[in-house]
T-cell receptor, first 120, second 114 residues
């Protein structure tokens, strides 16, 4: 089946502009995560959804960042009044279900290709 | 919160030799430790993972070891091949992988010399 998809793949924004980044998780995956990856760094956690509920938004860097998943499937990460320091790759990941013990890969996070955001 | 340190930042080995990448974590509650491979411009892909109730796991040329007491885990790649060249990230989670965000290390750029 299809993996995690993200759109757009590339986005150039002028400083102060609002942007919206979309994530389509693997069908049936309950958990959805957003990460920010700066150049040459590891991904940094932003926020986590279980179905439509946003259970953790501790990684969002400021109140300019907002994420939603209204129907428990597609998610949108919105950045208001973009700043140059927001330039990064934004990665979305999905996982089948939370809280399953025993491994078997059920809790693997599958990543999308990312959206590269450049703020001029 | 969790902090993951990863070393080395760059590792160059001859084709056919072994490569070892090491990570330490700070939160003793962490129970899931995945390793991701990321090629330039591509998405991170899981190559192997280990849970806190296991000390070692192997998958063909790749193995991971975990020392819970020392809060230390390592990735071992044997008989390295050119296609192993990539950036490798270790990560840790307290939620088993599906219930909370992963904390990643800064990555190791593995270069396989022909």
């Amino acid at each position: 089946g299809a993996g995690v998809s993200q759109s757009p793949r590339y986005k150039v924004a002028k400083r102060g502009q609002d942007v919206a980044l979309r994530c389509d998780p693997i069908s049936g995956h309950v958990s959805l995560f957003w990460y920010q990856q700066a150049l040459g760094q590891g991904p940094e956690f932003l926020t986590y959804f279980q179905n439509e509920a946003q259970l953790d938004k501790s990684g969002l860097p400021s109140d300019r960042f907002f994420a939603e998943r209204p129907e428990g499937s597609v998610s949108t990460l919105k950045i208001q009044r973009t700043q140059q320091e927001d330039s990064a790759v934004y990665l979305c990941a999905s996982s089948l279900a939370p809280g399953l013990a025993g491994g078997l890969g059920h809790n693997e996070q599958f990543f999308g290709p990312g959206t590269r955001l450049t703020v001029l | 919160g969790e902090n993951v340190e990863q070393h080395p930042s760059t590792l160059s080995v001859q084709e056919g030799d072994s490569a070892v990448i090491k990570c330490t974590y700070s939160d003793s509650a962490s129970n899931y430790f995945p390793w991701y491979k990321q090629e330039l411009g591509k998405r991170p892909q899981l190559i192997i993972d280990i849970r806190s109730n296991v000390g070692e796991k192997k998958d063909q040329r790749i193995a991971v070891t975990l020392n819970k007491t020392a809060k230390h885990f390592s990735l071992h790649i044997t008989e390295t091949q050119p296609e192993d060249s990539a950036v490798y990230f270790c990560a840790a989670s307290i939620g088993g992988g599906g219930a909370d965000g992963l904390t990643f290390g800064k990555g190791t750029h593995l270069i396989i010399q022909p």
